[in-house]
């Protein structure tokens, strides 16, 4: 599986970005989509992740309220819409897959087998 993301950027505090990712394969439908962040010398952390059951998707606190994730799987794609972005939002946003059809969705990097390759995300204040 190979995930591609896109549609990072500059933007200035309050505004608004929608990331995708686009994943290869033929079983997409069967996986939980996560996204992840990590911001300049801190430890990689849960944002976001939408079950393969569909559901209620899984939040950090810190962006409930303001993050949506959804997915089509009829693109094999995942989107984060963000809006009111705060500076504390700067970071590379990573896609991640878990294939494993679990019951539950994972907030572990652990939990994720297949990861892209980021794209950075700057709020400027």
């Known amino acids: 599986v190979q995930l591609q993301a896109s549609g990072g950027g500059l933007v200035q505090a309050g505004g608004s970005l929608r990331l995708s990712c686009t994943a290869s394969g033929r079983t997409f439908s069967s996986y939980t989509m996560g996204w992840f962040r990590q911001a300049p010398g801190k430890e990689r952390e849960f944002v976001a992740a939408i079950s393969w059951r569909g559901g209620s998707p899984g939040y950090a606190d810190s962006v409930k309220g303001r993050f949506t994730i959804s997915r089509d799987n009829a693109k094999n794609t995942v989107y984060l819409q963000m809006n009111s972005l705060k500076p504390e939002d700067t970071a590379t946003y990573y896609c991640?897959?878990?294939?494993?059809?679990?019951?539950?969705?994972?907030?572990?990097?652990?939990?994720?087998?297949?990861w892209g390759q980021g794209t950075k995300v700057t709020v400027s204040s």
């Open positions: 991640a897959a878990d294939p494993r059809s679990r019951s539950y969705i994972s907030t572990m990097i652990s939990g994720y087998d297949y």
